[in-house]
């Protein structure tokens, strides 16, 4: 079952103002996750080995926290985290970066925040795809990282060569925008429409701002 992002990007903004800011764990914070386990049930594995990944950062700070004996403080972070990764996981994990800035641009909020958000994730993917060719290359010609100052002259080189590669890209893109006219507008041709099942969603957000179901911790 497919949402719309852009009614996903939303929900997930809304969700996470009122987790993030609240004092406690309510019980209708898990309304919509169990709603969103309902949807992506099929995909629930993929997500908890992501889940999994993500909360090593999150332990760490947890486990700072608890050294302090605040334990009440502890499990509201590791849980309202929990809330709020999931949630964005649950929405986006089956959508590709480009996927996510085509539903920023749906949302009206602006030009200039569409175009910015586009290019960003543009440059991430640049940087990523430079970043592995760079790694492969090295790896071919048989280096091995150590404690070295070798090690870290190439690691240094490796910076300054995405940077250069990252600015001579963004020339030529800004080269090419110009030769075709781009006035600062994107379209797009895919636009999803607003289902049941986004609509659901967006109240069981909302009833997190208007009803209590109890307090949790």
Do not use: W
């Not at 240094?156 to 995405?162: E, I, R, T, Y």
């Amino acid at each position: 079952m497919q949402l719309n992002l852009s009614c996903g990007l939303v929900c997930l903004v809304i969700f996470s103002f009122k987790v993030a800011l609240s004092s406690s764990i309510d019980a209708t914070f898990f309304l919509p996750i169990l709603f969103l386990l309902f949807i992506k049930f099929k995909n629930i594995l993929s997500l908890i080995k992501k889940m999994i990944f993500l909360n090593l950062f999150i332990i760490l700070v947890a486990l700072s926290v608890m050294i302090y004996e605040n334990y009440h403080l502890a499990a509201l972070i590791f849980i309202r985290s929990n809330l709020i990764i999931f949630f964005g996981l649950s929405i986006f994990s089956t959508a590709n970066s480009y996927d996510i800035a085509i539903s920023v641009s749906n949302l009206k909020l602006g030009d200039k925040i569409s175009a910015m958000f586009y290019f960003t994730v543009k440059f991430i993917d640049e940087f990523k795809s430079e970043f592995q060719r760079i790694k492969q290359t090295l790896k071919a010609r048989g280096f091995k990282p150590c404690s070295s100052l070798f090690t870290y002259k190439t690691y240094g080189n490796l910076v300054a060569m995405l940077f250069l590669s990252a600015f001579h890209k963004s020339q030529m893109l800004e080269k090419t925008f110009i030769c075709r006219g781009f006035q600062g507008k994107f379209y797009t041709q895919n636009r999803q429409k607003i289902g049941i099942l986004d609509i659901i969603l967006l109240v069981f957000t909302i009833f997190i701002y208007i009803l209590s179901l109890g307090k949790i911790i």
